[in-house]
Every structure is written in structure tokens, then in C-alpha cells.
């Protein structure tokens, strides 16, 4: 800093002499710099910026800038003159205005602005260019970019707020997810399903849309903002909307989601939702049979054993045996499957006695739940044995649900033959022929106490078991039973088409003809 030597003339022509030595020096200026409130000179070349002298700018945002003026001086003895004020960074700080000329002992105003261009520390160092020899006079100055306060969409949804983002297509339930899926619903039924509008900004955030919330789309009609949000909403703040959704028809329904704000890259901020339309709850109704639950429809006619198919074709049965099934009635429905008939499970058809329900299933019968039921098929004569079973119920399109079963009778045919060549003895027959021509009836004649055996064989030419059921199985009667005794007895019961033999041996205890009648009783 250059010091300034002030002196009064103290004669108005007082003549100085001066040597060589002594010569005058041409004034030179001087300069200086100082700003703040307190008008505080700054040091330089070197200074740390501070707010005191206004070489410290502070905070401001980046959509806005801030103006310092500071105060050249010129502390020397000639007129300072300012060709330029340059700054090593222009992309923050601009040189406003400047003194072109600085008086002796003047101060003049240097003005500078401060335009951050990104949210962090800017710096930058001022230097003159001036008519003072010497070192340049320079001095540095800083301040911090903030971001411009602006609002920030967010959006969630959900039960536990999952978020959503601008553009989302991936759809997810309400439970566990976004709430952008919903619920399948019955047509003409409602499903509400609420948002939230957050703004994690710092400046409102401006709803702008005619009606706030906008549905497009496939399917529009079938979505509607019942409660709409509120605006503005303040930074940090949120509001929610309600978005019903009510199918018009069945099957998938889609729609878009749009919200115009003022979120300057999210808007509008847009998502797609859907639902899907179903039929009202309604029981249908389905059957299964056999060891491995096969299918049987309504009306099916195509009759499987109970091994390996659906059970509606009973194993042959002897008449007086019997043989029992087990169906089982399911509910693939989701309302109460209702069996309304009297009984609840009905047998008709060509021979509807062969078979019976011993036991009838329960009602009603839950959406996705069963029952069973059985039927007994206890022929009562031989041959194919025909019936169909009808279930009453509440299914639209399966009342009555039908289908036909089939069962087979057999029955035992008892045949008898003795003699040598196995010849044919008739129930009832009194034809006696001897044993090595006939059937045997007729024994030998034998002495008193001496003994002859002839053997008989019981056939079943039926397809039923053959059972002998006397006690004992064979049994003598007629005039001489002591005479005839049965030493082999036959096995019971016989299968179909299956045989069996006796013996019977004759032991005469008095001279003359000895008669007596065989009997067998069976199930023929």
C-alpha cells in the first residue's frame, strides 16, 4: 500500500532549489479492494474467502443468482485507470461492471454475480488489469450451489406401500405387492384399492390434471377414482386416491393411470392397473370313481371296471352275493353345491333293484369340498344287470347329473355224473343203469357184508359258485339207507364250471334189492 505525503506551500513564491539528486518523481496511483458491510479491505494476492468482506458468497440455488459490489480504491498519487477485470471462472461468476478510471484517494464500485451451475463449492480468483506497476492485483471469492427447491413424484400402493414407478407395467396383488392387480371380481361387484401421492421434492407439488387423476386405456369404464387426492402437496407430504374397480364384462380388463403435475420429468406420471371380470359364485359339479378317482362326466355311458377305470362297471356277482362301489361327488365350484333330490342319490333304469345306495352322500356340498356315496350291486338273477344313476342338484347346466352302471349275475348250475364214461345223472333221476355202461346208479350185487364203491362227480356248469350246503353234504335216505354210506365227501363251494366228487359204497346187510335215495342240497 502506498503511504500519501501531503505539504502546505508557506509562501506563495517561495523558489526551491533542487540538485540533481533531488529531482521529483511522476505520481503513480495505487489500488485496493474492499467490500462488506464494514467496508473491509480484502488482502491480496492471497485471502481466504469470508463473508465479512463479501469474498464468501454463501449459499444459493442454482436457478438463481446473487450480486456482491465491491470497492476498488486507489491509494496512490495519479488517476488509476482499469483496462479490464478478468476471472478464471466464468461459468459461475460474471464481472458485471467495473471502473474504467479510479480518482486519487476515490473509491469506486466493482460489481461481480454469482450464478452457480451445479449444486456444490464454486470458486474462482479476480484479477486486475491496470495501470499499476508491480504485482497485479487479485483476490478470490467462492460460494456453494444448492439445488433449485422442486417437487418429486413418488406413488405406492399396496398394503404395505410398495412403490410405484412412473411408467410401471408390472402388475402385482394388494396383499403382497403394489395393488395394480386386482382382485378378480364378480361382474357388477366392487373392489377398492387406494394410492398415495408422495412428493419427496422441496417446493409443492401441483396436481394439474382436469380431473387429478386420469383412467385410459383398454378398459376405462371399468376403473373409477371414487376419492380423488388432494392439491398441492407440500414437500415432503403425500395424499391418496381411491381407484374402485367394477368388470363390466368377464375375463381381463386393462386400464392406464395418469396424474399431469408439475414433477418436471415425471409428468404425467403414468402406470397401468387391471382386473378381471368373473361369473358370480355357483357350484359346479363333477364326479369320480374307481380305485384311482377316474372321471365320470354327466351323462356317461362308457362303463370301466373299479381296478383301473371308473368303477361304474361292477365285477360279476353270484345272485345272493353282492359286491359295493364307492363315487365320490365333488364341488369344483365357489358356492354350496346343493343335492335336492329324494333320495339324494336315485336308481333307475332297466333293473333298478340289483342295486342300491347304502350310503347316501351329505349336503351341501362347500365350494371346493366332496362327498361320497355308495352303491351296492346285489344281483338278482343271472345275465347283465342294467341301471342309472340321477343326482339332483343346484349345478345350471348338470341337473340331474346321470350316468349308467352295469353289473353281471351268476348263478351256480348244478350237474351230476357217474359210471365209467361219466354219464349224465338228472336231478330226480330214477333210471338206474350199472357202472360200467351207465351212470353208475345201479351197484353190482354183492354179498351180504362185502363192499363195492362208486364214485360221483358233482359239476358246476354255471358261472356263480356252486354251494352244498346239507349236513352232511350228501345224504342217504329211501328204503335201505344203512345199506349205501358216503366214504369220500365232496368239497364246496364248487366254482364255475367247476367239479367235484363222493363216493358212496354199497354194503348189503341182507339178501334181495336194497334201495335208497341220494340228496345234496346247494344254491342252484
Not at 491480496?44 to 463479501?54: F, L, S
Not at 358261472?463 to 350228501?474: D, I, K, M, N
Not at 336194497?514 to 342252484?524: C, E, L, M, P
Request: with cysteine; aromatic share 8%.
Amino acid at each position: 500500500m502506498c503511504k500519501r505525503f501531503t505539504f502546505f506551500l508557506l509562501a506563495a513564491f517561495m523558489v526551491v532549489a533542487l540538485t540533481p539528486q533531488q529531482s521529483w518523481a511522476a505520481p503513480k496511483p495505487g489500488h485496493d479492494v474492499r467490500g462488506g458491510s464494514s467496508s473491509q479491505v480484502i488482502p491480496w494476492p492471497t485471502n481466504t474467502p469470508i463473508v465479512a468482506d463479501d469474498t464468501e458468497y454463501g449459499n444459493v440455488g442454482t436457478s438463481s443468482s446473487l450480486d456482491h459490489t465491491f470497492e476498488v480504491g486507489n491509494d496512490g498519487g495519479a488517476t488509476l485507470t482499469l483496462t479490464d477485470v478478468t476471472l478464471n471462472n466464468t461459468t459461475d461468476f460474471t464481472v458485471i461492471s467495473f471502473p474504467p478510471t479510479v480518482a486519487v484517494g476515490a473509491w469506486e464500485p466493482l460489481v461481480i454475480r454469482f450464478h452457480p451451475q451445479s449444486a456444490s463449492l464454486r470458486q474462482a480468483t479476480v484479477t486486475f488489469d491496470d495501470n499499476v506497476s508491480g504485482q497485479a492485483l487479485s483476490f478470490n471469492i467462492q460460494g456453494t450451489g444448492q439445488a433449485a427447491a422442486a417437487p418429486e413424484m413418488d406413488m405406492t400402493g399396496g398394503a404395505t406401500d410398495v412403490p410405484i414407478s412412473d411408467g410401471d407395467s408390472v402388475l402385482s396383488n394388494w396383499a403382497s405387492g403394489k395393488g395394480t392387480l386386482f382382485a378378480d371380481t364378480v361382474t357388477g361387484a366392487d373392489t377398492f384399492h387406494d394410492f398415495t401421492i408422495l412428493n419427496s421434492g422441496s417446493a409443492d407439488l401441483d396436481l394439474t390434471g382436469g380431473t387429478r387423476v386420469q383412467i385410459a386405456g383398454a378398459n376405462p369404464g371399468d376403473f373409477t377414482v371414487t376419492a380423488v387426492p388432494s392439491t398441492p402437496v407440500t414437500g415432503s407430504g403425500q395424499t391418496t386416491f381411491t381407484i374402485r374397480f367394477t368388470p363390466l364384462a368377464l375375463g381381463q380388463r386393462d386400464a392406464t393411470v395418469s396424474i399431469a403435475n408439475n414433477d418436471s420429468d415425471e409428468n404425467p406420471y403414468n402406470f397401468v392397473i387391471r382386473g378381471t371380470g368373473v361369473s358370480p359364485p355357483a357350484p359346479e359339479m363333477d364326479m369320480t370313481g374307481g380305485a384311482t378317482d377316474v372321471a365320470i362326466s354327466d351323462g356317461d355311458s362308457v362303463l370301466s371296471d373299479w381296478g383301473s377305470g371308473k368303477g361304474t362297471l361292477f365285477a360279476d356277482t353270484d345272485v345272493g352275493q353282492n359286491v359295493s362301489h364307492v363315487f365320490t361327488i365333488l364341488n369344483s365350484g365357489n358356492a354350496n353345491l346343493n343335492l335336492t333330490g329324494g333320495p339324494l342319490v336315485q336308481i333307475a333304469g332297466a333293473n333298478p333293484g340289483d342295486f342300491t345306495v347304502t350310503a347316501a352322500p351329505s349336503t351341501p356340498v362347500a365350494g371346493a369340498g366332496q362327498t361320497t356315496f355308495t352303491i351296492r350291486f346285489a344281483p338278482t338273477a343271472a345275465g347283465q344287470r342294467n341301471a342309472t344313476v340321477s343326482i339332483d342338484n343346484n349345478d345350471a347346466n348338470e341337473n340331474p347329473y346321470n350316468f349308467v352302471i352295469r353289473g353281471t349275475g351268476r348263478v351256480p348250475e348244478m350237474d351230476l355224473t357217474g359210471g365209467l364214461t361219466d354219464v349224465s345223472i338228472s336231478d330226480g333221476d330214477s333210471t338206474l343203469s350199472d357202472w360200467t355202461s351207465g351212470k353208475g346208479t345201479l351197484f353190482a350185487d354183492a354179498d351180504v357184508g362185502t363192499d363195492v364203491f362208486h364214485v360221483f362227480t358233482i359239476l358246476n356248469s354255471g358261472t356263480g359258485s356252486l354251494t352244498l350246503s346239507g349236513g352232511p353234504l350228501v345224504q342217504i335216505a329211501g328204503a335201505n339207507p344203512g345199506d349205501f354210506t358216503v366214504t369220500a365227501v365232496p368239497s364246496t363251494p364248487v366254482a364255475g364250471l367247476g367239479q367235484t366228487t363222493f363216493t358212496i359204497r354199497f354194503t348189503p346187510t341182507a339178501a334181495g334189492q336194497r334201495n335208497a335215495t341220494v340228496s345234496i342240497d346247494n344254491n342252484d
